[in-house]
């Protein structure tokens, strides 16, 4: 009686402890975990290397300045049909600096004394001519020795030198002192080596170039070769004759050919985000199922190209995202079963971005948890999020 009197008394009490307990319970109680859920399915599978690619011309041809000088307006364009031997622009002498009134008023008194020098050497060797002519005479007759006579003719010889210089000097100073700012009539033409199309005008404006200057680049656009970049350690896995997928060029399915060469000097190149690597240019023609669509592609366009290193049509595959390394460091997956998380050995064979070869351990059809964290362990509650 007294039992029952104190439970009385105390029921609300015990009624709020009681629900109290209710409400921890559920609120620490083990909830399953929601997980995404993938599917062991067959299909084809492939394994390549997938990088950027540039085209270009397969003959690319470098229109240079054949001379120094001054350069013609380039009227041609990109895109313009060129013959072989086609003119693309002239080339004349460099005109000449202009001179300033200074340095013109000391050309010209250089110039006049030049003259008067020249008149002199004029008068000395007339003199000397004369001298020589008597000494000839008198020599003939015997009353001159032979040594007067050999220096008769060396001031004659000397004075047709001093002749010539200074009539030299004279011709040199009325060419600086002659019309400034003119190129010379005479003229170079600069044609084109082959034909083709131009791809780009480099030197466009009319202007003084130097020799070797690179004017314009022509090739025949049609005939195209892509250029992939490799890191020198997946270079080495690829093999001439691998087959290329060609994507993200604009069209709307992929575009195919082949490794034709794999040149063997890596060069050094310097990632965005500074980290030096070393490169290897991989050579990939189209085939000829692509050649029509590939002729759209010009010169330096990019596209992204996949170097297929293994490929089965129908193999057992699992997404990549369920897997993970176990305590023994293998190959493991988790598959849900009747709510709980069991762990499954898995012998993988190949393996890509997006899925992984099964050899072993899960069969298809199965499912599998994805990405299942830190917080999926063995028996684990789960549900399908």
Known sequence: MMIGQRIWRWRWTLGLVGLLALGLGYAFWPRPVAVDLGTVSRGPMMVG????????AKELYVVSAPVTGYLSRIELEAGDKVGKGTLITRMTGRPSAPLDARTRAEMKGALAAAQAGAASSDATLAQARRDLERAEALARRGFLPRAQLEAARTRVSAGEAARARSRAEIAQMQARLGPSGLASSAGVDVRAPVSGSVLSVITESA???AEGTPLMSIGDAGRTELVVDLLSREAVRARVGDPVEITQWGGDGPLHGHVARIEPFGRLKVSALGIEEQRVNLIVYFD???????ARLGHGY???????????????????????RGADGGWQAFVPDKGRARSR?????HINDAVAEVLGGLKPGEAVILDPGNTISEGARVKQR
């Open 345 to 349: 050995a898995v012998k993988v064979g």
């Open 288 to 294: 000829a199922a692509s050649a029509a669509e590939a």
């Open 302 to 324: 990019q596209v992204d190209a996949t170097i297929v290193l293994w490929r089965r049509p129908d193999v057992l595959r699992v997404p990549i995202g369920a897997l993970f």
């Open 207 to 209: 202007g003084i170039v």
């Open 49 to 56: 290397i997938t990088d950027d690619g540039v085209t270009r």
